[in-house]
């Protein structure tokens, strides 16, 4: 998988008009990938989360698990380090490369491959206990037919049993009550930070501002937590449990991100 060499954002003349699922590719270059670890901060990240995902799935009795947005590899390195058998699968050729890399740095070897949500099947064989799905990724996918392929893609792949974790930002605060954010869990760099250019109904243009100066822009879809919980039973999903950063209660306004553990089956609690 090799990195291109492009060290420039692309988003034409006009931004705010880009509202494609295939542009994300573009947006994801290089020199945005290199400085993705200094704004999660994976120290910071990992003290945030605690054993969140892992107390999950060891409580389910889940093995298997299949990362379906592994970025540079911060959960999957994590629940390698958990004992899980994991795939680590994403879009982007450059975040898997440097996922590799980050593993490896580690002492752990990565099973990655380069697959498209929509037909992951194609490139993602057998079935999984589980499957994560976090950091914003799903809100990348701009049409409403992809956001069911896709998940119809994951439920597919899934066993009789399984579970899918999905996160999201909360949209429904930021277009309901305008940005305000903690950065206590997932965007944890110092001196790093990810706030919105751009909010209506249907674009959620960001800005990643690093120390250097550099600044990066992610074009994404503001899933409000209704729509996504219904996208999920309409996929044929039986239960939907959803968190706000990482707590059973709280009040609507207050997470920053919102984490929905749905279930195959009624069965698995």
């Known amino acids: ?87 680590s699968a994403d879009g982007n050729a450059e975040m898997l490369t440097r996922a590799f890399d980050n593993a490896r740095e580690k002492d752990l070897m990565l099973q990655t491959v380069h697959a498209d949500w929509r037909w992951l099947n194609k490139d993602v064989h057998g079935k999984y206990d589980a499957i994560v799905c976090l950091g914003n990724s799903f809100t990348h996918l701009f049409d409403e037919r992809d956001r069911q392929r896709a998940l119809a893609e994951f439920y597919a792949a899934l066993k009789y049993d399984g579970i899918l974790i999905i996160d999201q930002r909360n949209y429904d605060s930021i277009l309901d009550d305008g940005f305000s954010s903690k950065h206590t869990y997932y965007y944890c760099g110092d001196q790093v930070t990810a706030e919105p250019e751009h909010v209506d109904d249907s674009l959620a243009r960001f800005r990643y501002k690093f120390p250097d100066g550099s600044e990066f822009h992610l074009n994404m879809f503001p899933l ?46």
């Open 224 to 269: 409000r937590k209704s729509y996504m919980r219904n996208l999920l039973f309409g996929s044929g999903f039986q239960k939907v449990k959803t968190y706000g950063d990482f707590q059973e209660t709280y009040q609507e306004a207050e997470p920053d991100f919102f984490i929905h553990v749905a279930q195959k089956s009624y069965n698995d609690e």
């Open 1 to 87: 998988m090799a990195l291109t060499t492009q060290n420039k954002q692309d988003f034409g003349n006009d931004p705010l008009q880009v509202r494609d699922t295939e542009h994300y590719q573009k947006e994801y270059i290089q020199s945005f990938v290199e400085k993705w670890d200094s704004l999660i901060d994976w120290d910071a990240r990992s003290k945030s989360e605690g054993q969140f995902f892992v107390e999950i799935l060891k409580a389910r009795e889940k093995e298997k698990i299949l990362d379906v947005a592994t970025g540079t590899g911060f959960h999957s390195v994590q629940l390698l380090k958990a004992g899980f058998d994991v795939t």
